[in-house]
């Protein structure tokens, strides 16, 4: 079978209505050439019966359930079982706009060049998140990167070993790695990733809530 250029990894963990919200938008990319593979991060709900009808109707759409281990090693699940030339992510409580993926083939492809590409968010909800060296601050949404919008060659992405188990800042951490061994890392301005920070149940916003409960 042709290799796809992208691999979309969703991560999700009983979020089985926020989860189809998220595939209903990769299924109206503009740009079609894409495998995805949702990995279950051993949900309780009813996480599989919600999305059973998409895995039947769509067969680049793989499913793979496993241990409870956390995001970041969901992700590496993910990233090893693909197939595709790079490597994206989509939280199952984000979404993407119509146009998000071909927007950023336009630019991989105008440039072989890059093997890493980030940015273009658009953030909903709270713009602030916990900062990753000291839960206790916040810093604006704005001064971080966020995974979501990453696209990274995946030959460089295993070779970076993936995701470090961090609860937080794994995404920065990467990012700060791949810098380190000299890659160029670009960055893509149309703001097609949509990142849904009102939820309750994000990582982030539960931080919060847990800092307010301890005071």
């Not at 890392?185 to 931080?207: F, P, R």
Request: net charge negative; proline share 4%.
């Amino acid at each position: 079978m042709p290799v796809p250029f992208f691999s979309v990894i969703i991560t999700t963990y009983n979020r089985a209505e926020l989860l189809k919200r998220a595939l209903e938008s990769l299924i109206k990319q503009t740009d079609s050439d894409w495998e995805a593979i949702i990995v279950d991060d051993a949900s309780d709900d009813d996480t599989y019966p919600q999305i059973k009808p998409y895995l039947k109707k769509y067969p680049q759409i793989r499913y793979l359930k496993k241990e409870h281990s956390g995001e970041p090693l969901s992700k590496n699940a993910g990233i090893f079982s693909s197939s595709g030339k790079y490597v994206t992510f989509l939280d199952s409580d984000d979404e993407y706009d119509p146009g998000h993926l071909e927007s950023r083939k336009e630019i991989l492809e105008n440039d072989s060049s890059i093997r890493f590409l980030q940015g273009g968010v658009m953030v909903l909800g709270n713009q602030y998140v916990p900062d990753r060296y000291d839960p206790e601050k916040s810093v604006s949404l704005s001064d971080c990167v966020i995974g979501g919008t990453f696209f990274i060659e995946r030959d460089l992405l295993i070779s970076l070993g993936g995701f470090k188990d961090i609860y937080l800042g794994a995404d920065a951490d990467l990012l700060e790695r791949a810098l380190k061994k000299g890659i160029v890392v670009k960055e893509a301005k149309l703001s097609t990733y949509v990142y849904h920070h009102e939820t309750e149940d994000s990582i982030t916003n539960m931080l919060f809530s847990d800092k307010k409960l301890n005071k």
